[in-house]
């Protein structure tokens, strides 16, 4: 792949349908045999064909790459094509539903990987869930590919896979629950703070779930200029007082809620002027009351967000779900394609959280010249924002080099 390649923008024609419109006919038809396919993109039509593509031909080819193992890249499909792993432990709203269950969604993301940055994408699940064993094999597949996509990992073993793969290839690797999660959101966000008005960086942000989504959208938000974010578990705020705590979540306790508040949700939501919700946690009436005026309020949860959607649209200022069927979903299609496509097209040797920030900048000003409570991000089919990604983490990507 070119440096210059950018992914294909296809019109945004492809009709919406919303999941309640959907039959059990209709999905396992379109689910018969498989979702994806592989095809040759030369002919195998004569002797001369053959002898090019395999024996002797190839040959020569293997030569080159042994002696530079970086023409790999420009010699193979492997400097565009991703994996997507999983070992199926933390699947859409299902849960840990195993290896072989998860292939379907796997299926589905490779397809978004083709049709939206013009990439191939190869699910592989692992029938494993041991943290060793995923990296070792992931480390040992990884010459087929250009970069690591890893999908539906249970946290806090997410973490670890991903840290020691950084560590360890010298390849793009990302969890894309994590932070394809993260950056939808800093770019919504920033949209909502200009759409009202408000200092993105003097929010007082309240985040409901500390598995990897509200990890990474918490440590995004920092970054990115927030310099208050209070983070909810099952147990309450997270703070250093607070025992026992994971290894992560000590971490998040150490840069987040710098006012050291403790208690329950009533008491994070207090005077907070923006509500992520990133679990299967309820926020009532009463707790929303306790926020500023015309709060923010991202309801990520699916299918059923932690706030109901008639109250958010009672309360909040702008309202943010993960569903299809309501305006503003926040939807990873608008990252990693595009993110990917980038870091592929600069021959990155990892994602830093410099490529992050300008992905979520670029979805944000997709959806600038449109701005409007019902329009903070683009829609997943909107054609231009995988080219804009690319093209911004790719210059970021070149730019620290």
Not at 80 to 92: C, E, F, P, R, Y
Not at 191 to 219: E, M, P, Q, T, Y
Not at 279 to 304: C, T, W, Y
Not at 366 to 377: G, K, N, Y
Request: proline content about 6%.
């Amino acid at each position: 792949m070119s440096e210059n390649t950018t992914p294909a923008a296809d019109p945004s024609d492809v009709p919406e349908h919303h999941f309640a419109q959907l039959t059990d006919g209709e999905i396992f038809a379109a689910h018969e045999g498989g979702k994806i396919e592989t095809h040759s993109r030369r002919p195998l039509e004569t002797v001369r064909d053959l002898s090019i593509a395999y024996t002797p031909g190839v040959a020569r080819v293997c030569e080159a790459i042994q002696e530079e193992p970086e023409r790999a890249r420009e010699y193979t499909w492997a400097g565009k094509n991703v994996a997507i792993i999983s070992d199926g432990t933390a699947v859409l709203g299902l849960g840990d539903i195993g290896a072989r269950a998860s292939l379907p969604v796997m299926e589905g993301k490779a397809q978004l990987f083709g049709r939206f940055a013009g990439l191939n994408a190869i699910p592989i699940v692992l029938d494993t869930t041991d943290v060793d064993e995923l990296v070792r094999t992931i480390k040992a597949m990884s010459p087929s590919f250009g970069a690591i996509n890893l999908e539906d990992i249970s946290a806090p073993r997410c973490f670890e896979v991903e840290r020691r793969l950084i560590e360890e290839l010298d390849i793009p690797v990302m969890h894309d629950d994590q932070h394809g999660t993260a950056i939808v959101i800093t770019a919504a966000l920033r949209n909502a703070c200009h759409l009202l008005d408000r200092s993105f960086k003097d929010l007082k942000v309240v985040i409901s779930g500390a598995g990897a989504a509200g990890v990474a959208c918490a440590k995004m938000l920092i970054h990115a200029g927030v310099r208050e974010v209070i983070m909810l578990d099952s147990r309450g705020i997270i703070h250093p007082e607070r025992t026992p705590l994971t290894k992560i979540k000590e971490e998040m306790a150490r840069i987040t809620n710098p006012h050291g508040i403790t208690g329950g949700v009533a008491e994070a939501l207090d005077g907070a002027d923006t509500f992520i919700g990133l679990s299967r946690g309820h926020v009532g009436e009463a707790d929303i009351q306790r926020m500023a005026d015309k709060p923010i309020l991202f309801s990520l949860a699916n299918p059923d967000p932690e706030i109901s959607p008639e109250l958010a649209y009672k309360y909040g200022s702008v309202v943010a779900t993960g569903r299809s069927d309501l305006p503003n979903q926040i939807n990873n299609v608008l990252a990693f394609p595009g993110i990917f496509h980038g870091a592929l097209a600069a021959g990155a040797k990892e994602i830093t959280p410099a490529m992050k920030l300008a992905a979520s900048r670029a979805i944000a000003n997709v959806a600038a010249d449109e701005l409007d409570i019902d329009h903070i991000v683009p829609s997943p089919l909107d054609a231009r924002v995988a080219p804009a990604v690319s093209a911004a983490v790719r210059a970021a990507a070149l730019a620290t080099r």
